[in-house]
């Protein structure tokens, strides 16, 4: 069975995360019967981790067959895998809590439903034949390689003033805001979450690396040049749930030096207070940021609700590393565009 139109995976997608919370549990309390030796090591917090995962297997799950993308799935999957075998967990684990959600699911849905859900889990197999659990965090090739990797040292040491001094010299030698935005910043930012995945680096000091990375693009806010013609009014969001800021963040930020007024509004907002500032602003461009595959759902309610409520919607344009393993969810909605980068957004953007 597929799901043919964007309608019908919209829906299945709700439906599917209305179920999270008591399929989740039952999938937490089948492995810590399965495992009674858990009870005794982690205790009830590990048993509200388990069901915290077992939720986002759900979400991720929803967020893939929103965007029809089986290989969303598989990539999911994959990371989750790495970053328990970084944590000595073994992936066999993973297996087991996904096989336990297909489970549960099962008596919950319609014949139809089970087949979809079938298919996109069956995914996660191909995940393990020959899964190397060793990720290389792989430094930028370009001019400001040096400046990548003096920065990335910084931030996550929390050394806030070498960060911006390092960023501070690079555009006083002729960099522009775009390179150390996307080459500098943006590069340094998928290595600081790569190490994460491995282990290499604590939530706190990949927290701390965030936070240093969002201080320096403050603290070079006020250095961008605004000679550019005036192009309209531009609103930058991420949808309910989205957490992550930082691309949004320098997506606004770039716009707003190729003379677009922007109103960032940052992420995980209501669609309720989305839809309302672009209707106060008579925006002409709406970006709506989406990073994880499980936001997609939010993502295509808030694009059908900015369609059908405000009369003169505005052009949405769609960015994020969600839409990297969801090539086909933006045919479903019609006229929305997407860019992977801030160098395409600029293209598609800024001629």
């Known amino acids: 069975m597929t799901l043919k139109s964007s309608c019908d995976r919209s829906n299945f997608a709700l439906k599917l995360l209305s179920l999270r919370e008591p399929v989740a549990k039952a999938v937490s309390d089948d492995c810590f019967r399965l495992h009674p030796e858990w009870a005794v090591r982690y205790g009830e917090s590990g ?8 939720c986002f297997h759900i979400e991720f799950l929803a967020g893939a067959i929103q965007a029809d993308s089986p290989e969303a799935f598989a990539d999911y999957a994959r990371r989750s895998a790495a970053i328990m075998s970084a944590r000595g967990i073994d992936a066999q684990t993973l297996e087991e809590n996904l096989a336990n959600l297909e489970k549960y699911l099962a008596p919950v849905l319609l014949p139809a439903e089970r087949e979809v859900v079938s298919v996109f889990l069956a995914q996660r197999r191909k995940t393990y034949a020959g899964f190397d659990p060793t990720l290389e965090v792989q430094p930028p090739d370009d001019p400001l390689r040096l400046t990548g990797d003096i920065f990335l ?45 491995q282990n290499r680096i604590s939530v706190a000091q990949e927290h701390m690396a965030t936070a240093v990375a969002q201080y320096v693009i403050a603290m070079i806010y006020p250095l961008l040049t605004r000679p550019k013609p005036y192009r309209g009014t531009m609103v ?12 949004a963040n320098l997506v606004a930020d770039a716009m707003e030096a190729n003379g677009w007024d922007v109103r960032f509004l940052g992420t995980n907002l209501p669609q309720a207070t989305i839809l309302s500032v672009v209707e106060e602003t008579s925006a002409d461009v709406l970006c709506i940021s989406t990073t994880l595959i499980a936001n997609l759902p939010s993502a295509a309610e808030l694009v059908e609700s900015v369609r059908t409520r405000l009369k003169d919607a505005p052009r949405i344009v769609l960015g994020g590393a969600a839409y990297r393993l969801a090539p086909r969810f933006p045919e479903a909605l019609g006229s929305a565009e997407v860019v992977l980068d801030l160098r395409q957004a600029l293209t598609v953007l800024c001629p």
């Open 153 to 197: 040292a910084a931030i996550l040491g929390g050394q806030r003033q070498a960060a911006l001094s390092t960023v501070e010299e690079a555009l006083q030698a002729g960099a522009s805001h775009i390179d150390i935005y996307a080459d500098v910043i943006s590069e340094s930012l998928h290595s600081v979450g790569a190490l994460w995945e």
């Open 47 to 54: 048993r509200q981790f388990c069901t915290a995962d077992a």
């Open 236 to 247: 930058v969001s991420g949808v309910s749930g989205e957490q992550h800021q930082i691309g």
